[in-house]
């Protein structure tokens, strides 16, 4: 069993190596993650799940034509930071719980605060075509978030703890705090080294079923928005998962946002998608 002592010592390791912020610091934070073999709870989401994912009409009178417009970054030599759940070149499949969440943490005048007078974003709704799995990281701060799924996956993830036969999981609580923490932070640096090692840590571990006690390899990681604090979550997805169609596009709805008054904004228009080929893997919209 390892000691609190210890644990801590780690924590405190994880936060140095972070204000280190090196390429060598991001390695010592992994290579550490894998040496104290760290466990986390998965939870399952059902077939069927609408998820959502946003992004932005760089040209607000252009709309997206195809399934990978609105997919994850294909191109990965144009992925050149860390993000919160992936390193430079290293293409997730990020989407939300909500269509709102999606909105607001893609959004740059909700997300940055930027002085625009109109902005367009497409939101597409993707459909799960079996279950997946993934880890969990709750809040930790009930009183910060009101949001029914965030409590409801709070509830849960203490129901797993009480479960969880691990040694000393109280301690390791603090450890996953740790990083709940850290993908929550508005880091306006980019400083995702903790955050982004821990998602990679899980996508290359072996968990368990929360059901059936088998060990499962998990589809991705779960955790709090960080834009937007009362409603879903955010997760961020192996790939694999859109390019073997284990998750679809059933629906794309552009939407355009004009200024009224000092930060006041509405839809002025909204367009949904008329049909998704996936044979050609073309949008057309109803225009």
């Not at 290579?31 to 998965?42: E, H, K, S, V």
């Not at 998602?199 to 834009?227: A, L, R």
């Not at 059933?250 to 044979?279: M, W």
Request: with cysteine.
């Amino acid at each position: 069993m390892i000691s609190r002592e210890t644990i801590l010592g780690f924590l405190n390791f994880l936060v140095a190596k972070k204000l280190e912020n090196s390429a060598s610091s991001y390695i010592s934070i992994k290579n550490a993650l894998n040496i104290f073999a760290i466990p986390f709870p998965i939870i399952r989401i059902s077939k069927g799940t609408p998820l959502f994912r946003a992004r932005i009409n760089e040209n607000e009178n252009i709309l997206f034509n195809t399934v990978q417009d609105l997919g994850h970054i294909i191109s990965r030599n144009k992925i050149l930071t860390f993000g919160r759940a992936n390193e430079p070149l290293q293409s997730i499949f990020y989407c939300s719980t909500s269509s709102t969440v999606s909105r607001f943490e893609t959004s740059l005048i909700h997300r940055n605060n930027l002085d625009k007078n109109s902005e367009a974003v497409t939101i597409g709704k993707w459909i799960l075509n079996k279950d997946i799995f993934v880890a969990c990281l709750p809040s930790f701060e009930k009183e910060k978030h009101r949001s029914k799924i965030v409590n409801r996956l709070d509830n849960e993830f203490d129901l797993l703890i009480k479960n969880f036969t691990y040694d000393g999981i109280a301690d390791w609580k603090m450890v996953l705090k740790l990083f709940s923490i850290e993908f929550m932070k508005k880091d306006i640096i980019g400083n995702y080294l903790i955050s982004s090692a821990f998602s990679n840590y899980v996508y290359n571990t072996f968990g368990k079923n929360p059901e059936t006690g088998e060990t499962i390899e998990p589809d991705g990681i779960m955790y709090p928005s960080v834009q937007f604090e009362h409603d879903g979550m955010n997760i961020a997805l192996k790939p694999e998962l859109v390019e073997d169609r284990s998750i679809e596009l059933a629906l794309a709805v552009y939407q355009r946002l004009n200024r009224f008054a000092e930060k006041e904004y509405r839809d002025t228009v909204t367009i949904k998608s008329k049909t998704i080929d996936y044979d050609s893997y073309e949008i057309t919209w109803n225009q």
